[in-house]
C-alpha cells in the first residue's frame, strides 16, 4: 500500500521567501508528525496533529513556522519569511492511533535549502 | 523530559562481524524506546521498538536490542553485519503518558567493509 508522501522532495528558496511542504500520510492515520532534521543530526519534533487538531506545537522554532491539517488527513507546514538557519530536511510521519507505542512511519522528506 | 545519547557518530565494522550500536536514555517517566534506520534520501523506517513488555526485543533484518534499566541503556545489535546494513542508525524515546511524539539521538553512521 502507498507510504507517507511528501512533496516537493527538494526545495530552493531565496531568503525571506514563503514555503509551503506537504505532507500525504497514510489513509486512516489518526495521528500526524512534523520533525526537522539538520544536517548530521537527529530529526527534532516540530508538531502534532491528532485528526485536525493541533495538539502540540512546542518544538516549532518561531512564529514564522505554521502547520495546519484542516480536514484530518494532508497536512502542510508553511514557513514564512524563510532564513538560512531553516535549511533542513523537514519529516512527516503518521501513525495508526493517538498515543503509545504505535510505529511512526516516515516520509522520504523534503530537503529545504534557503540561499 | 526525554533525552537520548548515542555514542559513536560513526562506526566501521568488518562484514560478517558483529554489530554494536549503543544508546543510552533520560527519560523521567517509563520510556519507550524505538531503533530507526535510514537510508540515503529515505525515510526512517522502524527497526524495532520496546514498549515494557520483554526486555530484549527483536526486529527486522536481524537487529536486537536488550531494555537495561539499571544502566538506562538501549544497545542495538546484529550478530553478523552484511553490506546492505550500511545505513545511519537513530535511537528514539518518548514517554509513555504522551502522544508518542519522539526524541531522537543524533544518530550513529554505520559503514561494513567488505
Known amino acids: 500500500g502507498a507510504g507517507v508522501s511528501q512533496s516537493p522532495r527538494y526545495k530552493v528558496a531565496k531568503r525571506g521567501q514563503d514555503v509551503a511542504l506537504r505532507c500525504d500520510p497514510i489513509?486512516?492515520?489518526?495521528?500526524l508528525f512534523w520533525y526537522q532534521q539538520a544536517l548530521g543530526q537527529g530529526p527534532e519534533f516540530l508538531t502534532y496533529?491528532?485528526?485536525?487538531?493541533?495538539?502540540?506545537k512546542s518544538g516549532l522554532p518561531s512564529d514564522r513556522f505554521f502547520a495546519e491539517r484542516p480536514e484530518g488527513s494532508v497536512s502542510t507546514l508553511k514557513i514564512q519569511r524563510t532564513q538560512q538557519e531553516d535549511s533542513a530536511v523537514y519529516l512527516c510521519a503518521s501513525s495508526t492511533l493517538a498515543g503509545g507505542p504505535y510505529e511512526q512511519y516516515f516520509g522520504p522528506g523534503t530537503r529545504l535549502t534557503v540561499t | 523530559a526525554q533525552s537520548v545519547t548515542q555514542l559513536g557518530s560513526h562506526v566501521s565494522v568488518s562484514e560478517g562481524a558483529l554489530v554494536l550500536l549503543r544508546c543510552n536514555y533520560s527519560s523521567s517517566v517509563p520510556p519507550y524506546l524505538f531503533w530507526y534506520v535510514q537510508y540515503p534520501n529515505q525515510g526512517l523506517q522502524l527497526l524495532l521498538k520496546?514498549?515494557?513488555?520483554?526486555?530484549l526485543v527483536k526486529g527486522i533484518n536481524g537487529f536486537e536490542a536488550e531494555f537495561k534499566k539499571s544502566e538506562t541503556s538501549f544497545h542495538l545489535t546484529k550478530p553478523s553485519a552484511h553490506m546492505s546494513d550500511a545505513a545511519e542508525y537513530f535511537c528514539a524515546v518518548s514517554d509513555q503518558a504522551g502522544a508518542n511524539n519522539l526524541f531522537f539521538g543524533t544518530g550513529t553512521r554505520l559503514t561494513v567493509i567488505p
Open positions: 520496546y514498549t515494557s513488555a520483554a526486555t
Open positions: 496533529f491528532q485528526n485536525e487538531a493541533q495538539l502540540d
Open positions: 489513509s486512516g492515520h489518526v495521528s
